[in-house]
């Protein structure tokens, strides 16, 4: 099993990020995780970073070395999240429970197997085609399907960021799974937030995944997004995957993985720290992580 991987996260025009997003894998299996925060300081960023931590935490409990079920795996790990945020509100007294979307997938034995809740969305691209995207839990995806939108419409409707399914608040979330589905050599992944594929046209989208490996493409595509986005620009994030079968490929230092090379009890992982304003301090740091951490273990035992 090889691949590329690349993952960013910008805060864009806003105030705090409350992106995260990670990804992990053992020998044979690899789990990619994108959440959107929504709502207040310390509050949509707490949602999304329990999200990301719990759903690798577990992936790594489970992947010996690969995942029996994934699309069980896939929707059970959700509403464990979901459970946990909703504790971690309880716990705090929070006026609202924390809310994120999340997009999440695992690839093992050349299969894709993904899951999500909300507007961050999955893109799988061959041989310079969308192959694959996920449909958002939003209002005018809604309007869109029913045929009272159209897609030019979509694009600049003003309820476009109104979204009715995440995890965390007060409804039990709908997990959609996306079945499954097999790679080959130079498939292209990617993971975002809507800051991400919000700010860029699908052509451009297209072009750049399809000229480009996820190592230079990604930030292209983040640049685009944040020209567009001006000094209003959303938090902007992606994890995105080259698939490898050859064993040939462009690659470097940073961003080629061959877990190949892995012990079969071995996992690495990888996920973003905290994103902190500078208002924020360490002690504050410190506070939040280890309060996601004590929701994390409840779910985690």
């Not at 072009?207 to 595509?221: D, E, K």
């Amino acid at each position: 099993m090889k691949f590329t991987v690349y993952q960013n996260s910008r805060q864009g025009g806003r105030q705090y990020n409350q992106d995260r997003l990670g990804y992990s894998y053992s020998r044979d299996s690899l789990l990619l995780v994108v959440a959107d925060g929504m709502g207040g300081h310390l509050h949509g960023e707490i949602a999304a970073q329990i999200a990301v931590e719990l759903l690798t935490h577990q992936f790594q409990k489970k992947a010996q070395p690969f995942i029996k079920t994934p699309n069980q795996f896939l929707h059970d790990a959700l509403l464990q999240c979901h459970g946990a945020i909703a504790d971690y509100a309880s716990k705090h007294n929070l006026l609202e429970i924390p809310r994120t979307t999340v997009v999440a997938c695992i690839i093992q034995d050349g299969t894709l197997f993904w899951a999500h809740v909300g507007d961050s969305r999955l893109y799988l691209l061959r041989k310079g085609e969308i192959l694959l995207q996920t449909k958002d839990h939003s209002k005018v995806q809604k309007l869109l399907n029913d045929g009272k939108i159209t897609a030019e419409e979509a694009l600049i409707h003003p309820e476009r960021n109104k979204i009715y399914n995440c995890l965390g608040g007060t409804i039990r979330p709908e997990i959609e799974l996306g079945g499954k589905m097999s790679l080959i050599d130079s498939d292209t992944l990617l993971l975002c937030t809507d800051g991400l594929w919000g700010g860029v046209t699908e052509s451009q989208l297209v072009h750049f995944l399809s000229t480009y490996p996820v190592l230079f493409s990604i930030p292209q595509l983040m640049d685009q997004a944040e020209l567009q986005g001006g000094k209003f620009a959303d938090n902007i994030s992606a994890l995105g995957i080259n698939w490898h079968d050859a064993d040939e490929h462009f690659f470097s230092d940073n961003a080629f993985v061959s877990t190949q090379k892995l012990d079969i009890n071995t996992i690495s992982t990888h996920i973003d720290p905290l994103l902190a304003s500078e208002s924020i301090t360490d002690e504050d740091i410190e506070a939040a992580i280890a309060e996601i951490q004590a929701a994390i273990e409840k779910y985690s035992k």
